[in-house]
């Protein structure tokens, strides 16, 4: 069952300016990580971020995560044209062989 | 370096015809094993997953079934496809928390 939900579904902003995505989830987790999916392909792990941690830098990646109000947010920083895919969190299942629960993702248009 | 192969890229099946994706995994042993499938505009849905050999656990009832023959090998299969089987199927493997995907293969059952 999917249990993280990507807000907004669709963003579009222009090069240069930050790209922010929300994902919500219901139940308790060990980390929450975030991927990548260009169009048609498979999806490339980003960035992961343990329950006990609050924010977490990668590049221009930065995430955060707030276990209380069961939220992250993913900020992409002075976006560029290559940015533009789908962007999905993901939390992790422990009954399932540690498989992944996945929301419906955030789409990125990043337009020159 | 690990790697994932997944094959075809695209398939194109009639319905009532059968199927066969197969997935491996190159530079880890005894790796946990997903096939998930992503419906257009969707998320990913979990179908199969696997620890090891001949151990396979489905995730929801449905027309398609999943084996594990060798330890880096998973296999998708139908043995009559529906129109409802069409989309997007991926392979993943995973270590320590991360999943590594596969390219994908879109399935489309005309």
């Known amino acids: 069952s999917q249990q993280g939900e990507e807000d907004p579904q669709a963003l579009s902003i222009q090069e240069g300016e930050n790209a922010t995505m929300n994902c919500s989830y219901k139940t308790s987790i060990n980390n929450l990580q975030w991927y990548r999916q260009n169009s048609g392909r498979g999806l490339v792990h980003l960035i992961l971020?343990?329950?006990?941690?609050r924010e977490k830098h990668s590049g221009r990646l930065r995430v955060t995560l707030d276990t209380s109000k069961k939220s992250s947010s993913l900020l992409i920083t002075a976006s560029r044209a290559a940015d533009t895919a789908s962007y999905f969190c993901a939390t992790d299942r422990w009954d399932s062989g540690y498989a992944l629960n996945f929301g419906k993702g955030t789409s990125l248009l990043v337009t020159p | 370096s690990q790697t994932i192969h997944q094959w075809p890229a695209t398939l194109v099946q009639p319905v009532g015809s059968p199927l066969s994706l197969e997935c491996t995994v190159e530079?880890?042993?005894?790796?946990?094993l997903y096939w998930y499938r992503q419906a257009a505009g969707r998320g990913l849905q979990l179908l199969f997953y696997s620890i090891g050999i001949d151990q396979i656990s489905s995730e929801v009832p449905q027309n398609l079934s999943a084996s594990r023959p060798q330890d880096r090998q998973f296999i998708l299969s139908s043995k009559k496809l529906l129109l409802s089987d069409s989309g997007f199927y991926l392979c993943a493997w995973s270590v320590q928390d991360r999943a590594f995907f596969g390219q994908g293969t879109r399935l489309t059952v005309v």
């Open positions: 971020i343990r329950s006990n941690e």
């Open positions: 530079g880890t042993s005894n790796p946990n």
